[in-house]
């Protein structure tokens, strides 16, 4: 059994999941996010991440994690408090031992749905279906996480398929 924590990163909100890994199906483990008010300051923030990321890690024990990449092509302003929180985040993974990988969205996409420009509706869907669940994973965030751990592991699996020759 493998569990693996996803993770969208965000200042306001910061979406994680866990997905655990049995006989090579996918399982949903737990998801949620973890919100942060812009009326505090960006350290207490950062802070506040930190902390409820690390219970989650130390609740449910993911030996790996995805988390998204910044993909922002026009606006700066929001890619900064995102790339806090994503430094936050890969700290604190690499202080617990936890491998991780990061995916771009297009990735994660590409990876879930079989095409990389899928709508966020398709993606979503299709969380629900790969991990068995009975509606849609709300919030938006914590599905976006989900997809990051689906994506992991999908990206992971061939890349041992491929280093034990089963894709040459």
């Not at 592991?153 to 040459?168: M, N, P």
Request: proline share 5%; glycine share 8%.
């Amino acid at each position: 059994m493998i569990r693996i924590l996803g993770l969208d990163p965000g200042l306001a909100d910061t979406g994680w999941g866990v997905i655990e890994i049995r006989d090579g199906s996918c399982r949903h483990v737990d998801h949620g996010t973890v919100s942060t008010s812009p009326s505090v300051p960006t350290g207490e923030r950062l802070e506040k991440i930190q902390r409820e990321i690390l219970a989650v890690i130390r609740s449910f024990n993911p030996t790996q994690a995805g988390i998204e990449s910044l993909y922002f092509a026009k606006n700066i302003t929001s890619a900064i408090p995102v790339a806090q929180a994503r430094g936050v985040l890969l700290l604190t993974l690499s202080q617990e031992g936890i491998s991780s990988w990061e995916f771009s969205p297009p990735e994660i996409k590409l990876a879930i749905s079989g095409a990389g420009r899928a709508s966020k509706q398709q993606v979503q869907e299709l969380v629900r279906i790969l991990i068995g669940l009975s509606e849609i994973p709300k919030p938006d965030h914590a599905a976006d996480a989900l997809a990051a751990a689906i994506c992991c592991y999908h990206r992971r699996a061939a890349e041992v398929r491929f280093a034990r020759g089963a894709d040459v």
